[in-house]
Every structure is written in structure tokens, then in C-alpha cells.
């Protein structure tokens, strides 16, 4: 049953304040709606994103602390920058965005269970043919080994999932991820949930307040280039 102040959203209806977002589970805000580009882009220019199993109805969350990576503030360590001087991987953007959605949902899929349904998939897809949605492959001897993707709205780069098939492979493309960025001016990639592993990446916790506030100066920023190409290969990368 829901909760009394849980809002239940029609298609189209417009998201609730994020105040009224729920302590437990962090962050749940809403119920239902839809997935189109409309409403994803409202959605994301907001601080709200939507994660659910396939068995449920799209869910709605605005979590409070925030994971936030700055741009400037990507910790490299030792034994990764070896590895990107080895200059073993081979990089694009945005050539291969399905095979990177679905290998994502694969991966989850094999360790817990996925919230990248075929309804998310198609939703984003069609963001991405928008020019909105961006994705970042890594290659190994022609092979896809690993990779992310997310949405980028103004300066901001909101990531969804990553993968990797080998060891490192998802690091060396939040790597790619943050050179590009960094490049095009964008100010802040949005991780939503934190992870020892993206802390590990220099990510850090902010509070709601203080998320929204970066993001109402960023997601209107037009600086933030559209040019999402890559150096070919890694070792580019330094």
C-alpha cells in the first residue's frame, strides 16, 4: 500500500517537491508516470531519477546525501595510471550506446537483478537517437570489455550504469568519461547512490540542498560543448 504523502503520478503529471521525498527508502519521491523523453528530462533537470524492478511501476527517487563527482576532483591512483600508459584499451563515444545499455543490464542482472528493463532500455535508446543520452565503450583486441552511459543536460552528465568484462575496464571509462567532460566544460557527473568504489574515484557526498543548488547553475548551462569525441586509445587519456 502506499504511503499517504508517496504521490501516485499519472503520464505526464509533473514531479512533486523533492522535500516530500521519504526517509525510508531514501529518497522515494513518486509512483508511476512515464518514461518519455518529456518527463525524463523534467525528471533529470531536477535532481529526480527513476529506479524499479521489472515487476513494479516506475519509481521516482531523489536521494538525500547525494554521490557527486566534480570533474577536477577524479582521484587517478598509481596502479590505474599504469595501466592507461599500457595504452591497451581502445575507446569511442556513443557508437555502440544498445550494446552498452544492455551489457550493463546484463551484469546487474548476474548479480542481483537489473533495474535497466526493456521499457528503460527502449526510454533511454530514444534519448540517446535525441542526442541527450551519451555512452562510453572500451575496447580489448576489437572486443567490448567495458563501459557507461547516462544523460547530459546543460553541464551536467547524470551517469546510469557502468560495466566491465575485465579488470579496470569500467574505471578506464569513467576516465575517458571525465576527459571528455572536462574538455566540453561540463561541471559535475551525478552518481546518485555512494559507493566505496566511486569514492575511491574522488566522488563525495553532498547534501539534497546543496545537489540542487549545483545542479539549478549547471543544467542550464550552455557552455557545456556537444562535442563527444575520444582520444582512440587510452594512453591518450594522460
Known sequence: ?????LRLLSPGDDFPPTSEALDYPNGLLAVGGDLTPASLTRAYSRGIFPW?????PVLW???????VLFPEDL?????LRKILRRDEFQLSCDQRFRAVITACSDSRQELEGTWITSEMCEAYCEMHRRGMA???????????????????????FFG???FSRVTDASKVALV?????????????????VESEHLNSLGARNL????????????????????????PPSCGGLL
Request: proline content about 3%; overall charge negative.
Open 1 to 5: 500500500m502506499l504511503q499517504p504523502h
Open 52 to 56: 524499479y524492478q521489472g515487476d513494479e
Open 61 to 67: 527517487w531523489s536521494p538525500d546525501p547525494r554521490s
Open 75 to 79: 582521484h587517478i591512483s598509481r596502479s
Open 134 to 156: 551519451h555512452s562510453i565503450e572500451v575496447y580489448q583486441k576489437g572486443h567490448l570489455v567495458g563501459g557507461l552511459y547516462g544523460l547530459a543536460l546543460g553541464g551536467a
Open 160 to 162: 546510469e550504469s557502468m
Open 176 to 192: 575517458a568519461l571525465v576527459h571528455r567532460l572536462r574538455q566540453s566544460r561540463f561541471r559535475l557527473i551525478d552518481c546518485q
Open 207 to 230: 547534501s539534497r540542498l546543496d545537489f540542487e543548488r549545483e545542479l539549478a547553475q549547471t543544467v542550464g548551462d550552455e557552455a557545456a560543448s556537444n562535442d563527444w569525441s575520444l
